[in-house]
């Protein structure tokens, strides 16, 4: 896992290697930053696809599903709690750096 100020430089390098390219998430810390890369990738007919992990998490996936099939209803309210156990200092911020995790969940 690389700091995610350092995504952007990274994922250019790759991409100008002519390599389909997976970036953790945030992609990068800017949306030009992010619009780059894209084009990029568009125009060197590469993939490029961010890492959203969490929706693979196996209590994520089955809490969706149940939403889905109705079986819980429909929500009203989400409430997400984030813990920092390495104490590593976010380069972006909590909402770019982990609560992008419970955006992606909430849809």
């Given at each position: 896992?690389t700091?995610?100020?350092?995504?952007?430089?990274?994922?250019?390098?790759?991409?100008?290697?002519?390599?389909?390219?997976?970036?953790?998430?945030?992609?990068?810390?800017?949306?030009?930053?992010?619009?780059?890369?894209?084009?990029?990738?568009?125009?060197?007919?590469?993939?490029?696809?961010?890492?959203?992990i969490?929706?693979?998490?196996?209590?994520?996936?089955?809490?969706?599903?149940?939403?889905?099939?109705?079986?819980?209803?429909?929500?009203?309210?989400?409430?997400f709690?984030?813990?920092?156990?390495?104490?590593?200092?976010?380069?972006?911020?909590?909402?770019?750096?982990?609560?992008?995790?419970?955006?992606?969940?909430?849809?």
């Amino acid at each position: 896992c690389t700091p995610a100020s350092t995504h952007f430089a990274i994922a250019s390098k790759v991409l100008g290697e002519g390599l389909n390219t997976f970036v953790e998430k945030p992609m990068t810390t800017t949306s030009k930053d992010g619009e780059s890369l894209i084009e990029m990738a568009r125009k060197a007919r590469k993939i490029l696809t961010v890492g959203f992990i969490e929706r693979f998490n196996p209590s994520i996936s089955d809490l969706k599903k149940m939403f889905t099939e109705g079986r819980l209803g429909a929500p009203i309210l989400l409430e997400f709690h984030r813990e920092n156990r390495r104490g590593d200092v976010l380069d972006v911020g909590i909402v770019k750096d982990a609560s992008v995790h419970d955006i992606d969940t909430a849809r």
